[in-house]
């Protein structure tokens, strides 16, 4: 699944800005080696080994399954030419207005927009995320068009957990009903589309905490998923702060 790209060659300079500049080394390890000594000041891909002890309840830390990130190219790009000449790369206009790239290393999928707007979806760290871009962008040059890094953000990071045991859901729902959604049971009669009655059957209770911004996907089976952090901490302050209430309402065996 790697990219085929023009034979033409990579270009070796590089400027000290980081929005002015894509890492644009001779080998992609070259470009992971420089994310890993931080000269990006993007963060590390562990925690700092002080979130174990803040964050950790029963041994239970949330793993990333999926970081978004957005980053502007800042140049117009004719996206028939990158469908061409990128493998790897598809481009269905009447369906969806971007090339959907993907590369294996980081495992990762990218969103090309003509505008040069990009979205960066699956690295599992912020490196990655990162490191996964900037492959991106120099694909894009190295296909002849005048692209920069500039404006790299992270939108949405989304970790989950399994806590060992089953909730009640019902009660949590009726004690943080400010907080919870939760409608499991709903019968066919009166559901307009099929797509009505499959949001209206999601089986899991869906908490949403204000601070940190956090929603969190509560299973009966004690599996949850957390969305909507911009940084991993708030991923585990959402955890911590939440174990405690599910504790609360523990379904006996």
């Not at 590369?103 to 990762?108: E, Y």
Request: with cysteine.
């Amino acid at each position: 699944m790697s990219l085929a790209l023009p034979t033409a060659a990579a270009s070796s300079t590089t400027t000290t800005s980081d929005k002015n500049t894509v890492a644009t080394s001779s080998s992609d390890k070259d470009a992971k080696d420089e994310q890993q000594y931080g000269k990006t000041g993007a963060p590390p891909i562990r925690p700092p080994a002080s979130v174990p002890e803040i964050t950790a309840v029963q041994g239970l830390v949330p793993v990333l399954q999926n970081i978004v990130a957005t980053v502007n190219l800042e140049c117009r790009l004719d996206l028939k030419t990158i469908a061409l000449h990128a493998r790897n790369a598809e481009y269905n206009p009447k369906r969806f207005a971007a090339v959907v790239m993907r590369i294996r290393d980081p495992k990762t999928t990218a969103l090309i927009f003509a505008s040069g707007k990009m979205v960066v979806t699956g690295a599992k760290s912020e490196d990655d995320s990162r490191l996964a871009s900037r492959k991106y962008a120099r694909i894009i040059q190295k296909l002849g068009f005048d692209a920069k890094f500039a404006e790299f953000k992270i939108q949405n990071i989304v970790g989950s957990c399994d806590v060992k045991f089953p909730i009640r859901l019902e009660g949590l729902a009726f004690s943080h009903g400010a907080f919870s959604s939760y409608e499991p049971e709903v019968g066919l009669l009166g559901c307009a589309s099929r797509r009505q009655l499959t949001s209206q059957l999601f089986p899991g209770l869906i908490y949403r905490m204000i601070k940190p911004k956090v929603v969190l996907l509560i299973f009966v089976s004690g599996k949850i998923v957390l969305t909507g952090a911009k940084v991993r901490e708030e991923i585990y302050m959402a955890f911590n702060q939440i174990y405690s209430v599910l504790v609360e309402f523990r379904k006996e065996s």
